[in-house]
C-alpha cells in the first residue's frame, strides 16, 4: 500500500515537473526564460568559439567544461516556446508554431550537434573540436534563418 502510494507520488511529481510540461507565470515569463537560457548557452558556446577561431590558446578542459555546458543549456529553450508567447517582446518567428515539427527538428538538431561537440572535445583533439563546432554552428545558423526574425 505504502509502496503503491510511493510510485504514484513520483508519477505524479514527473508529470508535472517533466521539461516538457515546464511552467511558466505568463508568456513574458517564457520569453524572459528562453531568451536567458539561449544568452548563457551563447556565453559558454562563444567561450569554445574563441579557442576554434585562435583568439585564445586551447585548452581541452576549459573545451570539455563548456561544452558539457553547452549540451544541457541546449536542452533548456524549446519547451518555454508556449503558445501565446509568439507575442511581446520576442524575435521569434510566427513560424514557430505554424510549424511546430520543423521547429522541434532544428532544436533537436542543434541538440544532436552539442553532444557531438562534447565528444569531440573530450578527444583533447583541436581538430577534432573545430569541426564538431562547425556543425554546431550551422545548426544554429539554420534555425536562426527560418526561425528568428533578423534585427
Ligand atoms: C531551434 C531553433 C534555434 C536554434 C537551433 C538556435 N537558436 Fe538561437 N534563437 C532562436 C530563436 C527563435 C530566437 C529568438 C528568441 C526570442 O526572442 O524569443 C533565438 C535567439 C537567440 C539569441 C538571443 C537571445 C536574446 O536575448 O534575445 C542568442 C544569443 C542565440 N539565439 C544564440 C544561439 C546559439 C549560439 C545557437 C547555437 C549554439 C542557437 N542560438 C541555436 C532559435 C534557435
Known amino acids: 500500500m505504502r509502496l503503491c502510494s510511493l510510485a504514484a507520488l513520483v508519477a505524479a511529481a514527473l508529470l508535472c515537473c517533466g521539461p516538457a510540461a515546464a511552467q511558466f507565470k505568463n508568456a513574458d515569463a517564457?520569453?524572459?526564460?528562453?531568451?536567458?537560457?539561449?544568452?548563457?548557452?551563447?556565453?559558454?558556446?562563444?567561450?569554445?568559439?574563441?579557442?576554434?577561431?585562435?583568439?585564445?590558446?586551447?585548452?581541452?578542459?576549459?573545451a570539455q567544461v563548456n561544452a558539457d555546458l553547452v549540451v544541457t543549456l541546449a536542452r533548456l529553450p524549446w519547451s518555454a516556446f508556449v503558445e501565446g508567447s509568439d507575442k511581446g517582446d520576442t524575435n521569434a518567428k510566427p513560424e514557430v508554431w505554424s510549424q511546430p515539427d520543423k521547429f522541434k527538428a532544428a532544436a533537436q538538431r542543434?541538440?544532436?550537434?552539442?553532444?557531438?561537440?562534447?565528444?569531440?572535445?573530450?578527444?583533447?583533439?583541436?581538430?577534432?573540436?573545430?569541426?564538431?563546432?562547425?556543425?554546431?554552428?550551422?545548426?544554429?545558423?539554420?534555425?536562426?534563418?527560418?526561425f528568428r526574425k533578423k534585427h
Not at 550537434?113 to 565528444?119: R, S
Not at 563546432?133 to 550551422?138: K, L, Q, V
Open 110 to 146: 542543434l541538440q544532436d550537434a552539442t553532444v557531438k561537440l562534447a565528444e569531440a572535445a573530450k578527444t583533447g583533439n583541436p581538430d577534432a573540436l573545430k569541426t564538431a563546432f562547425g556543425a554546431t554552428s550551422d545548426a544554429c545558423r539554420s534555425c536562426h534563418d527560418d
Open 30 to 62: 517564457a520569453i524572459e526564460y528562453r531568451q536567458g537560457a539561449l544568452t548563457v548557452m551563447d556565453n559558454h558556446y562563444d567561450r569554445i568559439g574563441a579557442m576554434v577561431k585562435g583568439k585564445v590558446p586551447f585548452d581541452a578542459h576549459v
